[in-house]
């Protein structure tokens, strides 16, 4: 507030679209440097708002996110209403419970409720003098060399508005982002993958969580799975994540039932048989889009962030935390080149682009491992032996979800290096088996043993092998 008063000369028009997490993250970053702000979203104010609508899968807080809140002074404000997740519970269909730590002991993500994160923002926003929030505006047109700007009011009339910057948070289906595809040398592209997403609530038990909360919980089933994250009321968002067709295939609450007791048996008695049949049919399976694109500027007049530059599907936990660390990001840039928008933009996409497109292909990644990979016993060995090398040897091996998610290191660079460490430790893997077994076989061969007492255990030791290699 006080950096914002010391800069009151200050009266260029950022005009903020969408009011969303990243939206309204921004107008206080813009605010907080002395711009007249306006904010303007399509929907009612969700503080007043009856119901809420939108997406509301859990949001999974870290490093880069909280960065970003805490450089506008929200991070202990948003942290206090989280509930800290130190690790994957994976839940087999023998209902056996095994953790698997995110990282060292002490880091952890946060749940963190949509709506309420979404609301605490707009709160924000507001107290700053020189931001203002119009809602029920619906964007109509813009032009990028003008700045000139239309939206329609809920009661029909339009409404002008002139603006130095227009920053586009208007989601993965922007408005803002049409206006780019008429013009040349735009490269944009969504995929839709074949998985869709449903939510069902897991009830608490005698007024306390009905699973252990400081985990988030997964089911691994291979081509599908499920997940569980805890809410402050003590109950479970649980999302079944699984392909259309399977959705379809189920019609009637006695199939809803059948399928989670071959495939979730452990959920029936949490969630509740009636809940499940009622609530599995409240909504179809909702769709997942990824989106990249670039650049991210026209000129000097309009800059998209959020989901409006790079819409990622959820299964890295990165896509608020993404767009949260855009905003930081600009704000960098801005220092850097003195508010110049004209050099601030450019450089915006230039240094942006290659992360959110690194995010967005590790994302779909990490579905394959959520679902699949967390059951083999090779992945659960080579987290060991990642961690343990991370323990002796900390700034030259890091995990790549360590890079991720508690830190900043940049996305395509945790990337390029993620691959890298990979083919060291699997080429020290092979020479340490090499070397192990020439050490085996120069001892076999200078003391033979008994073949006929030999036989039963190299056979049991090349079947654990095996084993290690397959789910």
């Known amino acids: 507030m006080e950096e914002s008063a010391s800069r009151s000369d200050k009266k260029k028009v950022v005009a903020v679209v969408g009011g969303g997490l990243v939206g309204a993250l921004n107008a206080c970053y813009f605010a907080k440097r002395g711009f007249d702000v306006q904010v303007f979203e399509t929907r009612e104010d969700i503080r007043k708002a009856k119901i809420v609508k939108g997406r509301s899968i859990n949001l999974a807080l870290s490093h880069r996110g909280r960065s970003a809140l805490k450089h506008v002074g929200m991070e202990d404000k948003i942290v206090s209403k989280g509930i800290p997740m130190h690790a994957r519970m994976i839940h087999s269909l023998s209902g056996k419970q095994s953790p698997i730590p995110y990282g060292k002991k002490g880091q952890y993500i946060l749940s963190v409720d949509r709506a309420n994160?979404?609301?605490?923002?707009?709160?924000?926003?507001?107290?700053?003098?020189n931001t203002t929030l119009n809602f029920g505006r619906k964007l109509q047109d813009w032009n990028a060399e003008t700045g000139l700007m239309t939206f329609i009011r809920s009661d029909g009339s339009e409404e002008e508005i002139q603006a130095d910057l227009i920053v586009g948070c208007d989601g993965a289906f922007s408005a803002i982002r049409k206006q780019f595809l008429r013009r040349s040398r735009f490269n944009f592209s969504q995929t839709y993958i074949p998985h869709g997403y449903m939510e069902l609530t897991m009830p608490p038990i005698n007024g306390e969580f009905a699973m252990k909360p400081n985990y988030l919980h997964i089911w691994p089933r291979n081509t599908f799975m499920m997940i569980a994250l805890p809410n402050l009321d003590k109950t479970f968002t649980c999302t079944l994540f699984m392909p259309f067709e399977e959705f379809e295939k189920i019609t009637t609450g006695d199939e809803v039932i059948e399928f989670f007791q071959k495939?979730?048996?452990?959920t029936i008695p949490l969630i509740g048989v009636d809940a499940l049949k009622r609530d599995y049919f409240r909504l179809p399976g909702q769709a997942m889009v990824s989106v990249k694109c670039t650049p991210y500027h026209i000129g000097d007049k309009c800059v998209l962030m959020g989901d409006a530059a790079h819409a990622v599907v959820p299964?890295?936990?990165?896509?608020m935390n993404a767009g949260f660390e855009d905003c930081i990001v600009f704000e960098e840039i801005m220092e850097q080149f003195n508010e110049d928008f004209s050099a601030v933009l450019p450089e915006y996409t230039r240094v942006r682009v290659p992360d959110d497109h690194a995010i967005a292909d590790l994302a779909m990644y990490n579905y394959i491992e959520m679902r699949a990979h967390v059951n083999s016993r090779w992945f659960l060995f080579r987290k060991h032996v990642d961690n343990f090398l991370h323990a002796i040897m900390p700034k030259t091996i890091i995990p790549l979800y360590t890079m991720v998610t508690f830190s900043r290191i940049r996305y395509h660079e945790a990337v390029k290096r993620w691959h890298w460490q990979d083919k060291v430790?699997?080429?020290g893997l092979l020479f340490s088996a090499t070397g192990a077994v020439l050490g085996a076989s120069y001892l076999l061969a200078k003391n033979p043993?008994?073949?006929t007492k030999l036989t039963v255990p190299v056979e049991k030791l090349w079947s654990r092998l095996m084993a290690l290699r397959t789910p």
């Open 263 to 266: 495939y979730f048996p452990d």
């Open 117 to 129: 994160l979404n609301k605490e923002l707009l709160t924000e926003a507001e107290t700053y003098p």
């Open 449 to 451: 043993p008994d073949i």
């Open 315 to 319: 299964f890295y936990g990165q896509g």
């Open 425 to 427: 430790i699997n080429r």
